[in-house]
C-alpha cells in the first residue's frame, strides 16, 4: 500500500502525480508575472482532495521552496512515519480538522504505519456519534454546519 521510498499510500501518490505538472505550470507562470517575494498558498481540501492538498504543500514547501499552509477536512492518513516526520518539520502552517467521530480519519490504519501530519483541531460532535455517525460526520455540509455553529 506504501508507494515510491515506502513513505506515501501508493494510491494517493499516483492521484498526486495528476495534478503535480499542472500546478508545476501554474507557479512557474505566477513566478514569471509577480514580483517576489511569491505570495503565501494556501491549500485546503475535503476527503480525498485534502489528501492532495497535503501532498501540494509538501511539493511546495520541500521541492518549490515556497510558503505554504493548509487547511484539510476529513483527511486520512497520507504516508508513514517517516513521511509526517519530514512533513512536520518543513515550512507549512497545516491544520487537519476533524468532525466528531469522522471515520476517515481512520484510514488507512494506524497499525498499518500510516500517520497524520500537522496540527489537528476537532470539532466535538455527542458520543453517541461514535457508534451512529461516522460516515455522516464525514459530508462536507456536516462540516459545514459545525463551522456555522461556531461563529
Not at 9 to 16: E, I, Q, S, V
Not at 38 to 49: D, L, N, R, W
Not at 130 to 149: A, D, G, T
Request: proline share 7%; hydrophobic share 35%; aromatic share 14%.
Amino acid at each position: 500500500m506504501l508507494g515510491p521510498n515506502d513513505t506515501i499510500h501508493n494510491g494517493f501518490y499516483d492521484a498526486w502525480n495528476t495534478f503535480k505538472k499542472p500546478i508545476n505550470q501554474y507557479i512557474n507562470k505566477i513566478l514569471n508575472i509577480e514580483s517576489l517575494p511569491f505570495p503565501k498558498i494556501e491549500v485546503t481540501g475535503h476527503s480525498k482532495g485534502s489528501t492532495l492538498a497535503t501532498l501540494c504543500c509538501r511539493h511546495l514547501a520541500k521541492n518549490r521552496r515556497l510558503p505554504c499552509s493548509g487547511i484539510v477536512f476529513g483527511t486520512p492518513r497520507v504516508g508513514n512515519k517517516e513521511f509526517r516526520n519530514e512533513f512536520n518539520i518543513l515550512p507549512i502552517n497545516f491544520t487537519r480538522v476533524n468532525l466528531g467521530y469522522d471515520i476517515v480519519k481512520y484510514v488507512p490504519p494506524a497499525l498499518w504505519t500510516f500517520r497524520h501530519v500537522g496540527k489537528s483541531y476537532w470539532l466535538k460532535q455527542p458520543f453517541w456519534h461514535k457508534y451512529f455517525m461516522k460516515v455522516h460526520n464525514h459530508f462536507p455540509s456536516n462540516y459545514n454546519k459545525k463551522i456555522q455553529l461556531l461563529k
